[in-house]
């Protein structure tokens, strides 16, 4: 994601705190817990606190993190966070053999689950996906990869 927050420079409000946002966002991840972003958007700011960065930077970066919880813009006057959302899931749009080791990825995260489980889920979170009326929010992301990405979900589902 930071290659991919360079190339879209241009694009950014405030590239430090998306970088930061970017990394520290899934710092804290366990399958099986509902607040992996909370948990992260604390410690990034914890951690901020021993820099220069101000408060209200701070605050973006906390928002920016916390918004990837259920991937929904949070900082509506803050177009740094529809790129830090569309960021999070490019790769749903990338090439067939890239997100099937996406796919083992993920299972091996939520690896704790029985298929049983498992399988149940990740197909309510591809069907929710395919509902929307577009993955990305943005242009840039969506003229890159949403057609890929729908193709990707609806392949997966019939494996």
């Known amino acids: 994601m930071l290659l991919q927050a360079e190339a879209i420079k241009e694009y950014i409000s405030d590239y430090d705190a998306l970088r930061f946002a970017i ?3 899934d710092i804290i991840c366990k399958a099986t817990k509902g607040n992996n972003e909370t948990k992260s958007a ?3 700011i914890n951690q901020l606190k021993a820099t220069n960065f101000s408060k209200n930077r701070m605050e973006i970066v906390q928002n920016l993190i916390k918004s990837t919880q259920k991937h929904k813009v949070i900082c509506p006057d803050n177009t740094d966070n529809a790129f830090l959302l569309d960021m999070d899931l490019s790769i749903l749009g990338n090439d067939w053999s890239s997100y099937q080791s996406y796919i083992q990825n993920i299972r091996k995260e939520y690896a704790i689950y029985p298929d049983l489980i498992y399988k149940s889920g990740r197909k309510k979170v591809l069907q929710q996906f395919l509902k929307q009326e577009r993955i990305y929010i943005t242009k840039h992301y969506f003229e890159r990869f949403e057609k890929q990405a ?4 609806e392949r997966e589902l019939l494996l």
């Open 23 to 25: 990394w520290y966002h």
């Open 150 to 153: 729908r193709l990707n979900i």
């Open 42 to 44: 604390e410690f990034a």
